[in-house]
C-alpha cells in the first residue's frame, strides 16, 4: 500500500493550496480517507475526514469553513482544499486511509504559510 501526497509549497497567508494523496495497492472505495497536520515537536492533529460510502465529510473545528476535502474514487485520490490559510495553518499535512484496523499513511508535504 502506498499514499503519495503533493501539493504543498509556501504561500503568503489568505492564499490558497490543493493538496492531492494518491492511493495504490489498496481498495481505495472502501476505504475512509483522512488528513492530519503535524508541526514539529507537537501531536499529529486530524484536520478532515471524508467516508468511503456516502462521500459524508467532517472537519476539525481550526479549518471548518476554510478547507474542503472531496474524493475521486476512480482515480484512488483524495483531496484538501486549502482557502484563507493562516500562518498557524503551517505544518506537514498526511494523507491516512483506514478501513476497519487497517491503517495507512503518507510521507507528508509541507505546507507553509508565510505573514
Known amino acids: 500500500v502506498q499514499l503519495v501526497e503533493s501539493g504543498g509549497g509556501l504561500v503568503q497567508s489568505g492564499g490558497s493550496l490543493r493538496l492531492s494523496c494518491v492511493a495504490s495497492?489498496?481498495?481505495?472505495?472502501?476505504?475512509?480517507m483522512n488528513w492530519y497536520r503535524q508541526i514539529p515537536g507537537k501531536e499529529r492533529e486530524w484536520v478532515a475526514s471524508?467516508?468511503?460510502?456516502?462521500?459524508?465529510?467532517n472537519y476539525a473545528d481550526s479549518v471548518k469553513g476554510r478547507f474542503i476535502i472531496s474524493r475521486d474514487n476512480a482515480k484512488n485520490t483524495v483531496y484538501l482544499e486549502m482557502n484563507s490559510l493562516k500562518p498557524e495553518d503551517t505544518a506537514v499535512y498526511y494523507c491516512?486511509?483506514?478501513?476497519?484496523?487497517?491503517?495507512?499513511w503518507g510521507q507528508g508535504t509541507q505546507v507553509t504559510v508565510s505573514t
Open positions: 495497492g489498496l481498495t481505495f472505495s472502501n476505504y475512509d
Open positions: 491516512n486511509a483506514q478501513f476497519s484496523w487497517l491503517k495507512y
Open positions: 471524508i467516508r468511503s460510502a456516502g462521500g459524508t465529510t
